[in-house]
């Protein structure tokens, strides 16, 4: 039976511990970012994370500063990044240890009630194809951070190849790249006959500080960034960004409305950590 749901949008993904730089673990994962794109955002909106019970203290503060926004299910275990910085706008990233799988039990656990849900996988098997046919079948729109087609499974410096499964993409509604993984998909250059070929509706590919490109219906829309925001490192910015384009294509937004919102809110967020070190972020 699929549940009644109400118009906003639901995050779901895996806790991550982040090592940055060397310094103390750190709370990492979409669910650590994406709040405050939601508070920002409004309407109905939650986020549904998954992580062992053992490492739940590491995410106190996202609890305490989110409140109900925030809830954490119980897995077996939670995913670990290694990311050490060569300079603002480049690092190299390892995984520590893979997190755990969302399926039908997870779903059902985290029981989404919002029309969209935006799954934020930090590697290929957070969810798998099966999981997002359960979420349509459930009458959700899906959303789908990119990463999540690119990034191999295993521990090890992160390795990255476009060697998904073809259809993974079938249940997507938005489809969200960085600029480095839209490169992977395509095989080279991302342009409208790439976008075309994959065959989801909406494609947001992000440039940094050069905004960012919407692929609809064959065509290809121009977002410039709010402003440029410099030397500081933008761990999570992606998070926050798809995070809050969603919740507004959610309320209503057009595609280009929702790119200008969460391309502002991003700005705005990496202003305030111009100061502050990285270990006191959240």
């Known amino acids: 039976m699929r549940p009644q749901l109400v118009n906003g949008v639901t995050v779901l993904g895996n806790l991550a511990i982040d090592v940055i730089d060397g310094a103390a673990p750190s709370p990492g994962g979409c669910a650590s970012f994406a709040g405050v794109a939601l508070e920002h955002a409004g309407g109905a909106s939650q986020i549904v994370a998954m992580g062992a019970p053992e490492d739940h203290p590491l995410f106190a503060g996202v609890l305490d500063r989110f409140g109900s926004l925030v809830r954490i299910i119980d897995s077996d275990r939670t995913a670990g990044f290694r990311l050490d910085y060569v300079d603002v706008d480049h690092r190299e990233m390892s995984v520590a240890a893979l997190g755990p799988t969302w399926g039908r039990a997870e779903v059902e656990a985290a029981d989404p009630t919002t029309t969209w849900v935006h799954l934020a996988p930090l590697l290929r098997a957070d969810f798998p194809a099966s999981t997002l046919a359960l979420l349509v079948e459930r009458g959700h729109r899906v959303a789908y951070d990119g990463q999540g087609l690119v990034r191999a499974d295993r521990v090890g410096p992160l390795s990255v190849d476009n060697d998904y499964p073809p259809g993974l993409l079938r249940d997507i509604s938005v489809l969200k790249l960085a600029e480095d993984e839209a490169v992977i998909v ?4 991302f342009d409208a006959a790439t976008a075309q070929r994959l065959g989801v509706p909406e494609i947001l ?4 500080s050069e905004g960012c490109d919407i692929y609809t219906e064959g065509d290809v829309v121009r977002v410039p ?3 440029r925001v410099t030397g500081v490192q933008a761990t999570g910015a992606g998070d926050m960004f798809t995070a809050c384009y969603v919740a507004n294509r959610a309320a209503g937004a057009n595609p ?3 790119a200008e919102r969460a391309s502002e809110l991003v700005a705005r ?3 305030k950590r111009l100061d502050v070190p990285s270990s006191d972020r959240v």
């Open 186 to 189: 395509a095989d080279g250059e």
């Open 269 to 271: 967020e990496l202003e």
């Open 205 to 208: 590919v992000t440039l940094g």
């Open 225 to 227: 960034a709010a402003w």
């Open 256 to 258: 280009v409305a929702a």
